[in-house]
T-cell receptor
Framework: DAEITQSPRHKITETGRQVTLACHQT?????MFWYRQDLGHGLRLIHYSYGVQDTNKGEVSDGYSVSRSNTEDLPLTLESAASSQTSVYFC?????????????FGPGTRLTVL | QKEVEQDPGPLSVPEGAIVSLNCTYS??????FMWYRQYSRKGPELLMYTYSSGNKEDGRFTAQVDKSSKYISLFIRDSQPSDSATYLCAMTNNAGNMLTFGGGTRLMVKP
């Protein structure tokens, strides 16, 4: 069955370290998204991609970067982790950019920055 | 002020009750309105979506959109303990599927 996976599921790191969160989908979806979820803020968009070599900034992109070298993967990198980046991170994918296209979410990565 | 406001709850109801979950929004460009359900420590999953104003029914779930008031609702009939989850509203305009989410309402249905 096609799916979307995230790894690691839990990560503890220290302030200033570079961290990369992986996202892999097997649906061959063009669109992929990264969100963070914090209490009281819901899901906020960090970065998104409409295809290979395409990346775009979302609402809360400062301190994060992504790259899209193939259809299946969109890794999220925290260049220098900060305590404010402690959060739960969700990756999502959708077939295209139509408003009616469902976004399918991964299980999430819980990141703690000490 | 956030673009999409949602009461965080928690909302606690007895099994069998009718549940009403609501969101208000400020951006009149929003045309598509979704409800996602998120179980604890899981990713959100789409429940249903509605285009523009009106009602949509799917089993025990009914979504309502009132664009004139910038207000959307999700009703759950005959609520079950398995409905206990966080419900997130989301919306987008006609230009694509970049979603703006509400903060989520935590629902607890007690047996």
């Amino acid at each position: 069955d096609a799916e979307i996976t995230q790894s690691p599921r839990h990560k503890i790191t220290e302030t200033g370290r570079q961290v990369t969160l992986a996202c892999h989908q097997t649906w061959n979806h063009n669109n992929m998204f990264w969100y963070r979820q914090d209490l009281g803020h819901g899901l906020r968009l960090i970065h998104y991609s409409y295809g290979v070599q395409d990346t775009n900034k979302g609402e809360v992109s400062d301190g994060y970067s992504v790259s899209r070298s193939n259809t299946e993967d969109l890794p999220l990198t925290l260049e220098s982790a900060a305590s404010s980046q402690t959060s739960v991170y969700f990756c999502a994918s959708s077939p295209s950019g139509r408003p009616t296209d469902t976004q399918y979410f991964g299980p999430g990565t819980r990141l703690t920055v000490l | 002020q956030k673009e999409v406001e949602q009461d965080p709850g928690p909302l606690s109801v007895p099994e069998g009750a009718i549940v009403s979950l609501n969101c208000t929004y400020s951006n009149s460009a929003f045309q598509y309105f979704m409800w996602y359900r998120q179980y604890s420590r899981k990713g959100p999953e789409l429940l249903m979506y509605t285009y523009s104003s009106g009602n949509k029914e799917d089993g025990r779930f009914t979504a309502q959109v009132d664009k004139s008031s910038k207000y959307i609702s999700l009703f759950i009939r005959d609520s079950q303990p398995s409905d206990s989850a966080t419900y997130l509203c989301a919306m987008t305009n006609n230009a694509g599927n970049m979603l703006t989410f509400g903060g989520g309402t935590r629902l607890m249905v007690k047996p």
